[in-house]
């Protein structure tokens, strides 16, 4: 892979993290910088700029698939609240999450769904205290 190429993954990523997480996510990867700089990399080029950068699903589609899988793994709390911020970001409802995080518990079990419901409470509230700054 040339550098240019690698510039242009990069460049795709941080584009479609501003779009989907807005400052969140940039906030996500420069927490990484003084830890595990490559790893941001990563975390920019691949799922960002490879994979939600692809055609075929929009991002609000990419990000009911992510909510979902995130509440089945049952693991992943901070990742799921960032991106249950995200779906509210890609003009997701409220009402439509809380549907999700509910599908899960046929699949994932309950515990599961319960985890998710209460990481949907949280990111609400901070979807909220976020929307109410001042600019």
């Known amino acids: 892979m040339t550098t240019s190429e690698q510039e242009s993954r ?54 009911i698939a992510t909510v979902a899988a995130l509440t089945a793994m049952g693991t992943a709390a901070p990742q799921l609240k960032v991106h249950i911020q995200a779906a509210l970001n890609v003009g997701i409802a409220r009402e439509e999450i809380v549907e999700i995080l509910m599908q899960m518990a046929v699949y994932a079990g309950f515990p599961a769904a319960l985890n998710g419901l209460n990481v949907a409470r949280d990111a609400f509230a901070a979807h909220d205290a976020a929307s109410t700054q001042p600019v």
């Not at 990867?29 to 830890?35: E, P, S, T």
């Not at 080029?45 to 991002?59: A, Q, T, V, W």
């Open 10 to 63: 990069l460049e795709r990523g941080r584009r479609a993290l501003a779009a989907i997480d807005g400052s969140a996510g940039e906030a996500v990867v420069n927490g990484l910088a003084d830890i595990a700089p490559d790893f941001a990399t990563y975390l920019l080029e691949f799922p960002f700029g490879d994979i939600y950068s692809r055609p075929g699903l929009s991002l609000r589609d990419r990000e």
